[in-house]
């Protein structure tokens, strides 16, 4: 009895740990999308508007630019 509520706690530690490290490499991959498509947004800003203010409203937010 002992044995099989330790491989079901394992079980369960192992499953848990699978989505954590699912939900981590999703955030860090998603991550990386919003930096690379901030870094375009900010070098079009500067390419064609030249004097900008650049503001990020939300952590997960892309950035906007205005003209100055």
Request: charged share 25%; aromatic share 6%; proline share 0%.
């Amino acid at each position: 009895m002992r044995l099989k509520r330790n491989k079901l706690n394992l079980i369960v530690a192992i499953i848990i740990s699978l989505l954590m490290l699912t939900a981590s490499a999703t955030m860090i991959y998603q991550l990386e999308k919003n930096h690379q498509a901030n870094k375009l947004i900010i070098e079009n800003c500067f390419e064609h508007e030249g004097s900008v203010i650049i503001e990020k409203e939300r952590f997960w937010s892309l950035v906007s630019c205005e003209k100055r």
